[in-house]
């Protein structure tokens, strides 16, 4: 079956760093997607990586490494805002997007 | 711009009743139309997916169906309520220039959150 990874809830302090670890196994991989809900709230967009490696944009970096069929989401610089569940998804061989549970992220001052 | 309305926001409703979800978008013509549900400590789940008008694919045997009677305009509804379809929906659309190939993203609406009692 097709399983995507993600720890259930993390705490980080306002201004340090957190990486969100994201494991997956889908049968092939055209993709990988994070977003941040939050609560109530609709999901949008933070981040794509098909190929390896660390994609920066502002405070938030998105890695991967296909062959170990992992990415994390790193968020520096945290801010209160930042409190939110963060969802990693994959586009398997047919191109459908496989989502894990979410990470919800609880930033304490 | 391309904008995403979802209607209600919340609802209750009793277990046996009918249900009418709805959502539009504005800005764009022709775009790919999806249906999710977010159940608790639980991913995504998709519901369902159009590409066209009346064209419909579902994902999962549910007490669910959906329809697009126009090009922006899909809706998804029910007979009769199950306390199992409690959840939050998401309806989502996607240029219909884009491919999932080139990695083009969702963009959600606002969301429902449905509790059946």
């Known amino acids: 079956g097709q399983n995507i990874d993600q720890p259930t809830e993390m705490t980080a302090t306002e201004g340090a760093i957190v990486q969100i670890n994201c494991t997956y196994q889908?049968?092939?991989?055209?993709?990988l997607f994070w977003y941040q809900q939050h609560a109530g709230e609709a999901p949008t967009f933070l981040s794509y990586n098909v190929l390896d490696g660390l994609e920066e944009k502002g405070r938030f970096s998105s890695f991967l490494s296909r062959s170990k069929g992992y990415s994390y989401l790193l968020l520096k610089e945290l801010q209160m805002k930042d409190s939110a569940s963060y969802l990693c998804?994959?586009?398997?061989?047919?191109?459908?997007?496989?989502w894990g549970a979410g990470t919800k992220l609880i930033i304490k001052p | 711009s391309q904008t995403i309305h979802q209607w209600p926001a919340t609802l209750v409703q009793p277990v046996g009743s009918p249900l009418s979800l709805e959502c539009t978008v504005e800005?764009?013509?022709?775009?790919?139309l999806y249906w999710y549900r977010q159940a608790a400590g639980r991913g995504l789940q998709l519901l369902f997916y159009?590409?066209?008008?009346?064209?419909i694919s579902s994902e999962v045997p549910q007490n669910l169906s959906a329809s697009r009677p126009q090009d922006r305009q899909f809706i998804l509804s029910s007979k009769k309520l199950l306390l199992s379809d409690s959840g939050f929906y998401l309806c989502?659309?996607?240029?219909?220039?884009?491919?999932?190939?080139?990695?083009?993203?969702?963009?959600f609406g606002s969301g429902t959150q449905l509790s059946v009692l």
């Open positions: 998804a994959v586009l398997d061989s047919n191109y459908q997007l496989i």
């Open positions: 159009s590409v066209g008008i009346g064209q």
């Open positions: 800005g764009t013509s022709n775009p790919n």
């Open positions: 889908t049968s092939g991989f055209n993709g």
């Open positions: 989502a659309w996607r240029s219909p220039d884009s491919t999932p190939r080139r990695g083009e993203k969702l963009f």
